[in-house]
């Protein structure tokens, strides 16, 4: 199965600032099938980013996705309140679709 | 509206048997795949394993094969995560959700508000 690597493993910012998130696959994800996903305790998952660029519906536009291959990588352009939080990586190009281990984004 | 309502929490002893459910409601529960994701305390998420309503069709990560099994009962809409001896080792919230795209590997669009389940002596 793909193991992916998420850095840093927490990231401590101001809010407006600018946050960059990454996460290495263990091999070539097909197609670009990686998705992102913004996690609050006490809430369910919610998807940010589809197909690695794709903002899921509702998703506010400050929120990008880029990458291809073994990298991937979420920014955040301009950190709100309600944007710190545990960040996922998951690849669905291969079966199982794993998840990567997470980033904190915390409040500096 | 899509929802998936998720059974409540449970509290079970090493070795009993456990069945949690994910209803699903606002479409039509036979056409989109159902997945469950396993969140241990402290940890990330894991991808356990999914069905399709439609025929019971289930695919399962090696990690989970053969410790869990899924269903469904399409007759009221719903998906099940079944455990025939629960360890301590399964204490955790268990989400179901759903993709909006077909196929089985796709991101998840929709999620349960999460099972806790807690398996303790």
């Known amino acids: 199965e793909i193991v992916l690597t998420q850095s840093p493993g927490t990231l401590s910012l101001s809010p407006g600032e600018r946050a960059t998130l990454s996460c290495r696959a263990s091999q070539s994800v097909g197609s670009s099938k990686f998705a992102w996903y913004q996690y609050i305790p006490g809430q369910a998952p919610r998807l940010l980013i589809y197909d690695a660029s794709n903002r899921a519906t509702g998703i506010p536009d400050r929120f990008s996705g880029s990458g291809s291959g073994t990298d991937f990588t979420l920014t955040i352009s301009r950190l709100e309140p309600e944007d710190f939080a545990v960040y996922y990586c998951q690849q669905y190009g291969s079966s199982p679709g794993t998840f990567g281990q997470g980033t904190k984004v915390e409040i500096k | 509206e899509v929802q998936l309502v998720q059974s409540g929490a449970e509290v079970k002893k090493p070795g009993e048997s456990l069945k949690i459910s994910c209803t699903g409601s606002?479409?039509?529960?036979?056409?989109?795949?159902i997945g469950w994701v396993r969140q241990m305390p402290g940890k990330g998420l894991e991808w356990m394993g999914i069905?399709?309503?439609?025929?019971?069709?289930?695919k399962y990560s090696p990690s989970f094969e053969g410790q869990v099994t899924i269903s469904v009962d399409k007759s009221i809409s719903t998906a099940y995560l079944q455990w025939s001896s629960l360890k301590a080792s399964d204490t955790a919230i268990y989400y179901c959700?759903?993709?909006?795209?077909?196929?089985?590997?796709?991101?998840?669009?929709?999620w349960g508000q999460g099972t806790l389940v807690t398996v303790s002596s």
């Open positions: 959700a759903r993709p909006e795209r077909g196929g089985y590997l796709q991101p998840f669009d929709f």
């Open positions: 606002g479409y039509s529960f036979t056409t989109y795949w």
């Open positions: 069905i399709y309503p439609g025929d019971s069709d289930a």
